[in-house]
């Protein structure tokens, strides 16, 4: 049975993009097919919230086969386009995907929603990388580890963004939660450029709650735009090990949950990525489910909410490596 959520109900725009022109990994690009078989639309739409699957992006002009930067800005400029649209429509955009690099366009898309409406605008990046690194600084020169440095202005990134170009995103309004393997070039630059942190050590420490509950504050202080990049490689691979990147030590089922129920609880997000779902990498759609409860969560479902049935997820499988 549908459970109606009327008084917080969403118009929600699904927009898929499949791409894997970032990463040196393939099979990201089977993401976007892999959330819709697992139920998102389906999910979102029993919680009472209108769904609408805009397909998946089309890069206009993009050879067969084409990667780097290039192949990278026409997709980005696409699903920026989408995005944005999406938002001036009033709906809440979740991009799918797909690999990190897509976020230069889902994010660039929000940023120029904003400033043409006059929000401010923060970004709060789930993943277990600072994906802060450049051209210079990548030791593997792939793209899916660049997107917040050219999104914040670094050098490199020529052409990556629809013209004309709002202003950069002032790395001082990105806060990268759950932070546990940066590379050497990258890590000075976060340092610098004062982007927030939680990495885990602090969630070791103190917990999910105290630490995000500050981010979600300085946010609602401003009434900003939160857009939210959940890349699965977040979560602990023993639970979601679909993903070409697994870094051992990440959040815990519960963890992610208590995540997503804060931030539907805040009202501030306004545009979702779910990035890096490598179904190739899968065992039997388990991260593609996972990667469902977790989006059900952010838009309103509750514990007693949940499936009872023999296809619920368990609460938990391992802890912290």
Not at 27 to 42: D, E, F, I, S, Y
Not at 52 to 63: I, K, T, W, Y
Not at 128 to 149: I, Q
Not at 250 to 261: D, N, V
Request: charged share 20%; hydrophobic share 45%.
């Amino acid at each position: 049975m549908p459970h109606e959520r009327d008084e917080d109900a969403r118009h929600i725009a699904l927009i898929g993009a499949p791409i894997e022109v970032g990463t040196s990994e393939p099979g990201a690009l089977m993401g976007p097919a892999a959330l819709r078989t697992a139920g998102l639309v389906r999910t979102l739409r029993d919680l009472g919230h209108t769904v609408e699957d805009r397909g998946d992006v089309a890069p206009a002009g993009l050879a067969p086969g084409a990667t780097g930067l290039p192949a990278v800005a026409a997709w980005a400029k696409a699903l920026s386009a989408s995005v944005e649209a999406a938002l001036a429509e009033g709906a809440v955009p979740i991009a799918a995907g797909g690999d990190h690099s897509l976020s230069l366009g889902s994010v660039d898309g929000a940023m120029r929603h904003c400033a043409r409406t006059g929000r401010p605008f923060r970004v709060l990046w789930l993943d277990a990388h600072a994906d802060f690194n450049t051209p210079e600084t990548s030791p593997s020169g792939n793209v899916h580890g660049m997107p917040l440095a050219a999104l914040c202005g670094e050098p490199g990134f020529t052409g990556l963004f629809r013209e004309p170009s709002p202003p950069p995103l002032d790395p001082r309004h990105v806060h990268l939660f759950g932070l546990r393997s940066v590379d050497a070039g990258e890590r000075a630059l976060v340092r610098a450029r004062r982007v927030g942190v939680t990495d885990m050590r602090a969630i070791d420490e103190f917990g999910v709650v105290a630490p995000l509950r500050r981010v979600l504050e300085q946010a609602a202080a401003e009434n900003a735009h939160l857009h939210v990049s959940l890349d699965i490689d977040f979560l602990d691979p023993s639970i979601a090990p679909a993903v070409g990147t697994a870094v051992p030590g990440g959040a815990t089922f519960r963890e992610a949950h208590l995540i997503m129920e804060m931030l539907h609880d805040c009202g501030l997000v306004g545009s979702l990525d779910v990035v890096e779902l490598n179904p190739f990498l899968d065992e039997r759609g388990r991260s593609a489910r996972v990667l469902v409860e977790l989006v059900a969560s952010l838009f309103g479902r509750r514990i007693l909410d949940r499936p009872s049935h023999s296809e619920a997820l368990p609460t938990e499988e391992a802890g912290r490596g």
